[in-house]
Nanobody, 124 residues
Framework: QVQLVESGGGLVQSGGSLRLSCAAS????????IGWFRQAPGKERDFVAA????????DYADSVKGRFTISRDNVQNTVYLQMNSLKPEDTAVYYC?????????????????WGQGTQVTVSS
């Protein structure tokens, strides 16, 4: 069993920054990918970014490229999402998820373990 716990969400003004954390515990394998998704009220859960655990390959949604950076700390079993130049349209619940393959998927169906989510609210 794998547990994922997100933290770091909150309220920030437009143009501000937040750093989200995703701490993994339990049966951790060396060949898996962590993704970040977000879901605004009444909308689908959308891909934000993902990173492979061993290779460090990362991918981003077009809407966050150049503003968000995903990184990992293999010693702490934690993945981070640094979010800069935040916009009101970034407001959502952010989830991290684990994919049990060493490749990146941009669809939620490619991930089988999910955290509980953390709220990010960007005021204008």
């Amino acid at each position: 069993q794998v547990q994922l716990v997100e933290s770091g969400g909150g309220l920030v003004q437009s143009g501000g920054s937040l750093r989200l954390s995703c701490a993994a515990s339990g049966r951790i394998l060396s060949t898996y990918t962590i993704g970040w998704f977000r879901q605004a009220p009444g909308k689908e859960r959308d891909f934000v970014a993902a990173i492979t655990w061993s290779g460090g390959t990362a991918d981003y949604a077009d809407s966050v490229k150049g503003r968000f950076t995903i990184s990992r700390d293999n010693v702490q079993n934690t993945v981070y999402l640094q979010m800069n130049s935040l916009k009101p349209e970034d407001t959502a619940v952010y989830y991290c998820a684990r994919r049990a393959l060493p490749t990146i998927s941009t669809t939620r169906y490619g991930y089988n373990y999910w955290g509980q989510g953390t709220q990010v609210t960007v005021s204008s």
